[in-house]
């Protein structure tokens, strides 16, 4: 089960052999083994700018969408706005 790695450029290898990407050849390789094919992208970024070292990390593992959304306060305050409005105009204080 090899896999089959192809280089922007058209250059092919495989896993088996030794070798590594060339500075500077950021692109789109393409990957094949038995399990499909994909097509990965590569960029040329020192590994100082990346912060590789993620183990001061710290997961809370909450969900990021906590609360209400803005369209269920919107329509909350709608509603509000709708029957204040109806009560007052029905006691001819508003129209």
Do not use: K
Not at 11 to 26: D, F, L, N, V
Not at 52 to 80: C, D, K, P, Y
Request: aromatic share 8%; glycine share 8%.
């Amino acid at each position: 089960e090899s896999t089959t790695w192809t280089a922007p450029d058209g250059t092919s290898w495989s896993t088996g052999e030794s070798r590594s990407t060339p500075r500077g050849a950021a692109g789109f390789y393409s990957v094949q083994n038995p399990a499909g094919e994909w097509v990965v992208g590569c960029s040329v970024v020192s590994p100082v700018e990346t912060m590789l070292n993620n183990q001061t990390v710290t997961t809370t593992e909450l969900a990021l969408n906590r609360g209400w959304s803005a369209s269920a306060w919107l329509t909350l305050l709608a509603i509000v706005v709708v029957v204040t409005e109806s009560i007052l105009y029905q006691r001819r204080m508003v129209g």
